[in-house]
C-alpha cells in the first residue's frame, strides 16, 4: 500500500486540520484553510466549496472583528459554557440516555486511545470523547500509519470510525444547525461529518469488529 501514503497524509492533515477549528478561535486559523482545501481536493473534491466556504465566513468575521470576539463568543455557547452549552462537542450526549457526560461512550473512547498507546494527560482539562480530541485520535493514526506502514493502526481506525465516532457527528451536527447563529460553525460541522461519513463508507469493518 506505499503508493497510496500520499493520500493517507492528506487524511491525516484533513484530521489534524478538522480537530483544530474545533479550538478556541484565533487568528492562526488563516493558515488552516489552504491545507484543509489541498487535502479535500485530494480526498473528496465535492467537499471542496466547504473549505472555500469556511475560509469565506472566517474571513467576513475577522473583517467586522479582528479579536474575533463574535466567533469566540459563539464557539463558548455552543462548547463551552459556563451556563447551558447549546451543541456539546461530547459522544455521550448522542449516544447515551438522558444526554449525560462522561457515559459509557466516553469510556469507551478512553479505552480505544489507550490500545492505541495514548495516554490522556493529567493536565487535559476536558473529556475524552471532545470531538476535537476525536478527530485528533484519527489524526494520530493516520500520521502513524504514515510514519510505520503498520496496518493496525488503519484496523484501529476503521473500528473507531465504525463502532464510535460515525454514530454521533451526524446527531452532533444537526445539533449546531439549530443552535448556532453564525454560518462558520454550521460549515465546520457540516465538512467534518462528510468526511467522517465518507470514511466511514471507504474503511471496510472486519467481520468481527463490535
Do not use: C
Not at 488563516?30 to 473549505?51: A, H, I, M
Not at 451526524?170 to 447563529?181: G, S, Y
Request: avoid cysteine; hydrophobic fraction near 40%.
Amino acid at each position: 500500500m506505499g503508493e497510496n501514503l500520499g493520500v493517507f497524509q492528506h487524511k491525516a492533515n484533513l484530521y489534524k486540520v478538522l480537530s483544530e477549528l474545533f479550538d478556541k478561535p484565533n487568528v492562526g486559523f488563516e493558515e488552516l484553510f489552504e491545507p484543509l482545501k489541498n487535502s479535500l481536493r485530494t480526498l473528496y473534491p465535492d467537499l471542496v466549496t466547504y473549505g472555500e466556504e469556511l475560509e469565506k465566513e472566517f474571513k467576513n468575521v475577522m473583517a467586522e472583528d479582528e479579536a474575533l470576539t463574535t466567533l469566540a463568543v459563539e464557539h463558548a455557547k455552543l462548547f463551552i459554557g459556563p451556563f447551558d452549552v447549546l451543541a456539546p462537542p461530547y459522544s455521550s450526549v448522542y449516544l447515551e440516555s438522558g444526554r449525560q457526560l462522561q457515559g459509557e461512550s466516553t469510556r469507551y473512547a478512553e479505552q480505544m486511545y489507550q490500545e492505541a498507546g495514548i495516554a490522556i494527560s493529567n493536565d487535559f482539562k476536558d473529556v475524552p470523547d471532545h470531538i476535537k480530541v476525536e478527530l485528533e485520535f484519527a489524526y494520530y493514526l493516520y500520521f502513524q500509519y504514515v510514519q510505520t506502514n503498520e496496518l493496525t493502526y488503519l484496523h484501529t481506525l476503521t473500528k473507531f470510525i465504525h463502532t464510535h465516532l460515525s454514530k454521533w457527528v451526524l446527531p452532533f451536527k444537526e445539533q449546531v444547525h439549530k443552535r448556532a447563529n453564525l454560518n462558520f460553525y454550521k460549515v465546520l460541522v457540516d465538512v467534518t461529518a462528510k468526511a467522517v461519513m465518507s470514511e466511514r463508507e471507504e474503511l471496510n469493518p472486519a467481520p468481527n469488529m463490535n
